[in-house]
């Protein structure tokens, strides 16, 4: 099992940045992907981002070359460093823990909205 608490939301004018943070209560290293989610208001949930264990990484195509995704091993943390942001981009944004084809872990969400 493993607990997420994000951090790092809020309030950003468009063709800003923000920073939103995913601490795990284990060893990252030990978890196949850690994965960003996003959720709009009305909208699914949809995958933005992820980082494998080998730390191969992937993004959602409305987000490539804005959003980096990363992770700090001895903090057991990941990132999504999130720049040039749009009003598109407002949602929630969940980590997720997917330790193998069955176990999935969430974080409780943390909000980013962007004003236009």
């Known amino acids: 099992q493993v607990q997420l608490v994000e951090s790092g939301g809020g309030l950003v004018q468009a063709g800003g940045s923000l920073r939103v943070s995913c601490a795990a209560s284990?060893?990252?290293?030990?978890?196949?992907?850690m994965n960003w989610y996003r959720q709009a208001p009305g909208k699914q949930r949809e995958l933005v981002a992820g980082?494998?264990?080998?730390?191969?990484?992937s993004y959602a195509n409305s987000v490539k070359g804005r959003f980096t995704v990363s992770r700090d091993n001895a903090k057991n943390t990941v990132y999504l460093q999130m720049n040039s942001l749009k009003p598109e981009d407002t949602a929630v944004y969940y980590c997720?823990?997917?330790?193998?084809?069955?176990?999935?872990?969430w974080g409780q969400g943390t909000q980013v909205t962007v004003s236009s």
């Open positions: 997720n823990a997917q330790l193998d084809a069955i176990r999935n872990y």
């Open positions: 980082i494998t264990s080998r730390g191969i990484m």
């Open positions: 284990r060893s990252i290293l030990s978890i196949n992907a």
